[in-house]
């Protein structure tokens, strides 16, 4: 029932327009073409730099977690509107088998980003992947886009476009995958 509701939101939210490479002087060099990701696929490894501490997060090191994926950037509309939904989220899960992984797009880099977080008084777990090959790796061509994936490390979810990540609707479904 849960997943019926999850998909019947995530359909409602494609409609609307995630930004594409064309929507900022200053976007990133999203890939035009590499490999997608796909639901009830293997989540493909990557690695990234946290914006926090400078360390080093392999995917792969998170097994055992439900991962909300996101590739976002700070000139982005949708990204910016599903933010604070995002940080809600992350508030609720506190505690619990989950890990948020934003990894930011923006050319800026770190300096961008801080400024942007200052600026907005907004804060994500936020990741670095100055080479794009995160974003190559899934298939990324436009922003906002998230994938779900469950303990074992499967892609149980792809989102394009802005979402309201604190509904109780997709609450519940992130909980259940922890189970």
Known sequence: MHRIIFLFIACLFLSLNACSKTDSPNSPN????????????PAPDVSVISLAN?????????????????????????CREEIPSMM????FMTGKPFQMVAISVDEGGKPA????????????????????ASAKSYGVTGIPESFIIDKQGVIV????????????ETVSFIESLMK
Do not use: R
Not at 88 to 91: G, Q
Not at 157 to 168: N, R
């Open 88 to 91: 809600k989220l992350n508030t």
């Open 54 to 78: 400078g360390s080093n997060l392999k995917l792969s090191d998170l097994k055992g977690k439900v991962v909300l994926l996101n590739f976002w950037a700070t000139w982005c509309p949708p």
């Open 157 to 168: 979810k792809k989102v394009i476009g802005g979402f309201a990540w604190d509904s109780p």
């Open 113 to 132: 980003i801080e400024s942007y977080f200052k600026e907005s008084g907004f804060s994500l777990p936020t990741y670095l992947d100055e080479s794009g």
């Open 30 to 41: 999203l890939p035009k073409m590499g490999a997608v990701a796909k639901e009830k696929s």
